[in-house]
Structures are given as C-alpha cells and as structure tokens.
C-alpha cells in the first residue's frame, strides 16, 4: 500500500519561499511509469494543479505557476519536495502530494498552509 505524507511549515511570510516535503512509502519514487505530483485547494476553490517529477526525475510545473515553482527530489530518503517562491495571501491553501500527473490514484492527507505576516 502506497503512503504519501506532505511536511513542512504551516505559516508563510509574503514574499518568501513555501517548501513542503512529500515522504512516500509502500513505493519507489523512482519505479518505472508513475508520477508525483502536488495539488491544492484554496479556500472555497477547487483542486489545484501545481506540477509533477516523473520516475526519472523529469519536472513540468503548470504553466500558471511555472515561473515560481520547483519540484525536486530525494531517491535515498524516498521524498519529493516542492518549492513555491514570491508567496502572496492568494498562495494560502491546502497542499497535496498524490501520485499521478492527471488522474491520482494516491494522495496524502494534505497540510495546510498559511501565508500571513
């Protein structure tokens, strides 16, 4: 059974950098064919799309938040992380990391983020 856990901090200040870090267990990051991707829901909005590493390391961002965005990741320690630079209040949501690129068929319970002075 595949596991996803997002970590990182709650709380945010406009203009700085947002990290989450996605631990998956129960499977490689790096097995052949999957995809891993962070979403999120802002208050009262609908799921977010932000970007995906494949199995090969290989990242594609939307292209809505592409200029701020960088997805890395970890193979030994088996996570991905993603980075959201320039963070305003409209950046507050619910972030998600799944497997899948479009359809997800794993997710994390979600964390949720806050970006307030």
């Known amino acids: 059974q595949v596991q996803l856990q997002e970590s990182g901090p709650g709380l945010v200040k406009p203009s700085q950098t947002l990290s989450l870090t996605c631990t998956v267990s129960?499977?490689?990051?790096?097995?052949?064919?999957?995809?891993w991707s962070w979403v999120r829901q802002p208050p009262g909005k609908g799921l977010e799309w932000i970007g995906y590493i494949g199995y090969s390391g290989i990242t594609y961002c939307s292209p809505s938040l592409k200029s701020r965005t960088s997805i890395s990741r970890d193979t030994i320690k088996n996570q991905f992380t993603l980075q959201l630079s320039s963070v305003t209040p409209e950046d507050t949501a619910v972030y998600y990391c799944a497997r899948g690129n479009s359809y997800f068929n794993y997710w994390g319970q979600g964390t949720q983020v806050t970006v307030s002075s």
């Open positions: 129960g499977g490689s990051i790096t097995n052949n064919t999957y995809f």
